[in-house]
């Protein structure tokens, strides 16, 4: 979908109208952030960034040749207790950037022939990036654009995403909301993940590969596995088969580390098992899902 440019400026004048009193999150805090206050994600109005480079370390589509043009934003709405990132996505580490700063660090990142934009972690932040991706376009940004997100969006938010976003990268972390609130700090999780990923779906469908190998549009959805974790695994594959199909790209992760504060909960303090990889592996033949990755290791 390529936008009209009126249809861009409603679009991120939207947004804006969201960012104070804050509705941009499920969790509708209603900070008024164009006043000083801080919401639960303890994000400002300015933009913050911990760091920008050509990163690897996606799925191959995403990565390409030289990497995907990754942006890390600094604060995050959950509060996940195992977070490998919780220096800028907790503690705020990181510098601030203007709304053109951003487009050219877009432009950069396209300079030395990026993949793609990868916005991680950007909900908070929504106004002031579509409004940078529309300078940027403007000046000639022309690679995809990665929304790279925790699947805790709200789905009025994410319409507004619609034409600006190209490749939607979502975990669904949880099936069982009690988990949700204990290990992330997100009600409603399930509910909320489901129907944003439907959305995402709507508007970007299955995974389209260009003629070099990299994704020009489509849904990745990542499963980071937990220990102990099969039986929310095997419901979490339920849940995406009913709503998308089981036609749809699935990353599924062995990548978990217990850092940050996960030693405080037993359950989940260990690295998972092999044997608890290769029954996921197992959970994702038995729904059907032939199409993404296997990330061991």
């Not at 109208?17 to 999150?25: A, K, N, Q, T, V």
């Not at 509060?79 to 990181?94: D, E, L, P, R």
């Not at 490749?167 to 949700?180: C, G, I, K, P, S």
């Amino acid at each position: 979908m390529s936008l009209k440019p009126e249809q861009e400026l409603h679009q991120i004048k939207k947004l804006y109208e969201l960012l104070s009193p804050c509705f941009l999150c499920p969790l509708n805090c209603g900070a008024r952030r164009l006043e000083g206050e801080r919401g639960i994600c303890n994000a400002s109005q300015r933009v913050k960034i911990s760091s920008y480079t050509l990163y690897k370390g996606e799925e191959p589509p995403l990565s390409g040749v030289n990497g995907s043009g990754a942006i890390f934003f600094s604060h995050c709405n959950l509060k996940c207790v195992y977070c490998q990132n919780f220096n800028f996505s907790q503690y705020g580490k990181g510098h601030f950037v203007s709304v053109r700063e951003l487009s050219n660090i877009m432009l950069d990142l396209q300079s030395k022939r990026a993949a793609n934009i990868n916005l991680i972690t950007a909900t908070h932040y929504l106004p002031q990036v579509t409004a940078a991706i529309k300078i940027a376009r403007d000046k000639g940004l022309a690679i995809p654009i990665v929304y790279n997100t925790s699947g805790y969006e709200s789905v009025r938010v994410l319409r507004l995403l619609n034409g600006f976003v190209d490749v939607y990268l979502t975990d669904f972390r949880y099936a069982f909301n009690e988990h949700a609130v204990k290990y992330s700090s997100a009600p409603f999780y399930k509910e909320i993940a489901k129907e944003a990923l439907i959305e995402m779906y709507k508007q970007v469908g299955n995974l389209k590969i260009g003629k070099d190998g990299t994704a020009v549009k489509g849904l990745i959805i990542r499963l980071l596995l937990f220990p102990n974790g099969l039986k929310e695994l095997e419901k979490i594959l339920e849940i995406i088969s009913e709503c998308v199909g089981n036609r749809v790209h699935i990353s599924l992760m062995s990548q978990y580390v217990p850092v940050h504060r996960a030693k405080e909960y037993p359950e989940i303090s260990r690295k998972v098992t092999k044997e608890e990889f290769l029954r996921a592996s197992h959970l994702l033949r038995k729904f059907g899902f032939t199409n993404g990755w296997l990330q061991y290791g």
